[in-house]
């Protein structure tokens, strides 16, 4: 393999142990080549100011702007020495907005002497909120234009090549003008890298080379500069993930699988003439797409993906019924066994009579249906493991549980996999082992999930969506409840819970946190003493403390019980058997009830502290009401400010029931890196340049490109650059478990 010595040289070596350290803990930084990767957010340009009115809460921001005034202000404090301690406030502007910077203690004396008004300076900090107004407390700051000591201040703009100053993500351990500075003395090494486009589609695309991109991404000398460098970024960063997946997608094609034919009167026919309704066009068009991949002689690999409620376990049994016809068996394997147990009643159900193979009663085409999950007794255990050795069962359904040595199969012909993300790569490739051949692969998810994301995300995956909802579904209206601005909004909603109670019908509170952990947030919370402390955000609500309040306070009299994760499996289906009977007024519950739970008496959501949780995430539970004939009310309740990005997020959750317009959203919101940073283990690289909602060309371009690169060279022979930029994004032995997300 080609190594390029100078941008593998480790980061100690060239910017000392101490840099190094923070570097490698904080940012995931190693080698020279990882910083030269390490590109700046964004640029400001020398006399031109940022804009402090959209600052994003809780994030660590580095800002370019004036010091406007400075107070240093005294009070009594048993702390200091002379019981009289100080904080100094300074307000800084950038024509856009104010911004308030705080110091107390011992750090007041320094910025009290530089940060006069007038003066221009770097601020690098965490911004909170203290009463009701944005700060940064105790920021680390840098002069700019000669200021402070004279000479340090005119060094530091002297460093600092053209007008675009770079700042970079930061951290509070490391700031942004610290890394520029690192960046700097390992940038003539950018001359050694080893370019992984080919050179035909760098020219063709008029692309510049990437030693030019790197220098002129952490130098630029105009915004041009900048443009040139991005583009040819985002081209590197999209063609390797494509060309990784390309590749995985080429050895799924070398595999043999069994092609599985339905007969023309067996059990998929029978199924399909007890249903008591038409599928829905979506339906059908994807249950095509599905037996036109079960019938060829390489296993299949499809995602579907589609809205809570648009009918995928239908498409799916469907599938499986089409593998048993052909004298395959089929597997469903659910995250949870709450979820496999209520998979397993609703195909039973579905199914009838043609469930009962082997047995009395049963229909001529019938099969078996088995439960396989951890906590089953010992005797049904052995005689689900018998059925599956035999041949007996056609469908299994169960949790992970499926995956351990002691499972057999007859013939494993599909394996159908429920909420993908929840599901490791390493343990489905375990179960697909257990067939004689590669078994072909359905995977499911309620998670809508944007072109683009299909594209990179589950790349090594074809896709197929189900975007129409069967008739039937009632409407849900969400509404955000501003617990902090508006306490009486938040009374209001427990009247909302008591009169869908009383009308015969059932709610959910969900929170973020269980409430039995370690309390090290307690003892943090003990710990605090600062006054800026304060504007630290308290510990999220917990489940069982909620239940507790609520119980004894605005839902007295109704019948309140809790479900969490951390339950035994029995206890947690006994609450979830009570809920379904109707024999629990509410539930409050983590969000082990995101996935699957279908109870269409619950009407009603109080999700606490919904800023805590992703917008996907919000959508998915939201998803658990509004499933009967009555139409379903999710609130959002959250103390953040109107002002707050989390809010305007909890916004959009309650202005559309759109999923897939939800999913763009959220994928704007947060940055890219997290959504492909969670989505590749064994990937020490995620997406830095690349936007995936944005660049959807590009996307899909790289993917026509690596697919006919690996097409002529599967080994990539004669690309070497290529395939040293394949083994950074990779770890070598894990190209084959592009995790996903």
């Known amino acids: 393999?080609?190594?390029?010595?100078?941008?593998?040289?480790?980061?100690?070596?060239?910017?000392?142990?101490?840099?190094?350290?923070?570097?490698?803990?904080?940012?995931?930084?190693?080698?020279?080549?990882?910083?030269?990767?390490?590109?700046?957010?964004?640029?400001?340009?020398?006399?031109?100011?940022?804009?402090?009115?959209?600052?994003?809460?809780?994030?660590?921001?580095?800002?370019?702007?004036?010091?406007?005034?400075?107070?240093?202000?005294?009070?009594?404090?048993?702390?200091?020495?002379?019981?009289?301690?100080?904080?100094?406030?300074?307000?800084?502007?950038?024509?856009?907005?104010?911004?308030?910077?705080?110091?107390?203690?011992?750090g007041v004396h320094k910025p009290h002497k530089e940060l006069l008004p007038g003066t221009r300076a770097m601020f690098a900090g965490k911004v909170s909120v203290f009463n009701r107004r944005l700060q940064l407390a105790h920021p680390a700051y840098e002069l700019l234009r000669g200021g402070g000591d004279g000479e340090d201040g005119a060094e530091t703009v002297e460093s600092w090549a053209g007008a675009l100053i770079p700042l970079y993500p930061a951290t509070a351990k490391l700031e942004s003008w610290k890394i520029a500075k690192a960046v700097q003395t390992v940038l003539p090494s950018a001359q050694e890298a080893v370019d992984p486009l080919p050179g035909a589609l760098r020219e063709g695309r008029g692309l510049v080379s990437l030693p030019e991109a790197l220098l002129k991404i952490h130098r630029p000398h105009t915004k041009a500069d900048i443009e040139d460098a991005r583009a040819r970024l985002k081209w590197d960063e999209a063609f390797v993930l494509q060309v990784a997946l390309a590749r995985r997608r080429h050895a799924e094609t070398q595999l043999p699988a069994v092609p599985r034919k339905p007969s023309p009167d067996g059990l998929l026919t029978a199924f399909d003439d007890r249903l008591p309704f038409t599928l829905t066009d979506g339906q059908r068009k994807v249950s095509r797409e599905i037996f036109d991949d079960l019938a060829t002689d390489h296993p299949m690999h499809r995602l579907l993906q589609g809205e809570v409620g648009s009918g995928k376990t239908l498409v799916a049994l469907r599938a499986m019924l089409a593998v048993v016809d052909s004298g395959g068996q089929a597997v469903m394997l659910a995250p949870t066994e709450v979820l496999a147990q209520q998979h397993h009643r609703s195909v039973v159900e579905m199914m009838g009579e043609l469930a009962e193979g082997g047995m009395l009663g049963g229909a001529e085409h019938a099969t078996k249906v088995v439960l396989l999950t951890g906590s089953m007794g010992a005797a049904a255990r052995r005689q689900a493991l018998l059925d599956l050795a035999t041949g007996e069962a056609g469908i299994v359904i169960g949790t992970h549980a499926l995956i351990e040595d002691k499972v057999q199969f007859h013939d494993l012909g599909l394996v159908v996999v429920d909420e993908q993300h929840r599901f490791g790569v390493e343990q489905r490739d375990a179960l697909r082992g257990k067939g004689k051949q590669p078994p072909h692969l359905l995977v499911m998810t309620a998670t809508p999930i944007p072109r683009t994301v299909a594209m990179t995300v589950f790349g090594d995956l074809e896709t197929s969506v189900l975007d129409q909802l069967p008739a039937g579904r009632s409407p849900i209206a969400s509404h955000v409840v501003p617990a902090a601005d508006k306490p009486h909004f938040l009374a209001r909603a427990w009247e909302r819970v008591r009169e869908e109670?009383?009308?015969?019908?059932?709610?959910?509170?969900?929170?973020?946190?269980?409430?039995?952990?370690?309390?090290?947030?307690?003892?943090?919370?003990?710990?605090?003493?600062?006054?800026?402390?304060?504007?630290?955000?308290?510990?999220?609500?917990?489940?069982?403390?909620?239940?507790?309040?609520?119980?004894?306070?605005?839902?007295?009299?109704?019948r309140v019980e809790v479900l969490h994760g951390r339950m035994q499996p029995d206890d947690k289906d006994a609450v979830m058997r009570r809920f379904t009977a109707g024999e629990t007024d509410v539930l409050v519950a983590t969000t082990v009830i995101e996935v699957g739970v279908n109870v269409p008496n619950a009407t009603a959501m109080v999700i606490m502290d919904a800023d805590r949780f992703g917008v996907s995430q919000l959508h998915q539970l939201r998803g658990r009401v509004g499933r009967g004939s009555a139409p379903g009310l999710c609130l959002l309740v959250s103390e953040m400010p109107e002002a707050s990005a989390a809010r305007q997020r909890l916004n959009a959750v309650a202005g559309t029931l759109d999923g897939f317009e939800l999913s763009r959203i959220d994928l704007e919101q947060r940055r890219e890196g997290d959504v492909l940073g969670q989505a590749q283990s064994g990937a020490r690289t995620s997406l830095r340049v690349l936007a995936v909602i944005e660049d959807e060309e590009i996307i899909a371009e790289a993917r026509q490109e690596a697919a006919a690169v690996v097409a002529a060279d599967p080994e990539l022979t004669g690309l070497p650059g290529l395939r040293t930029a394949l083994d950074a994004l990779l770890d070598e032995e894990r190209e084959q478990y592009l995790e996903k997300g």
Request: charged share 25%.
């Open 1 to 106: 393999m080609d190594l390029v010595p100078a941008l593998q040289e480790p980061l100690k070596k060239v910017l000392g142990p101490a840099t190094a350290k923070v570097m490698a803990e904080h940012l995931g930084l190693h080698t020279v080549g990882d910083l030269l990767h390490h590109y700046p957010r964004r640029y400001e340009e020398r006399g031109q100011l940022t804009h402090l009115a959209d600052l994003p809460m809780d994030e660590h921001v580095t800002v370019v702007a004036q010091v406007a005034d400075a107070r240093l202000h005294t009070f009594a404090s048993s702390k200091a020495p002379r019981g009289k301690g100080q904080r100094l406030e300074v307000t800084i502007t950038d024509g856009s907005g104010r911004l308030q910077l705080v110091f107390f203690g011992n």
């Open 501 to 558: 109670v009383s009308n015969g019908h059932q709610a959910y509170v969900v929170c973020p946190r269980i409430g039995d952990e370690e309390d090290a947030l307690g003892k943090k919370a003990a710990q605090r003493t600062s006054p800026e402390d304060d504007a630290e955000k308290r510990p999220p609500l917990a489940v069982l403390d909620v239940a507790e309040q609520l119980a004894e306070g605005p839902l007295r009299g109704l």
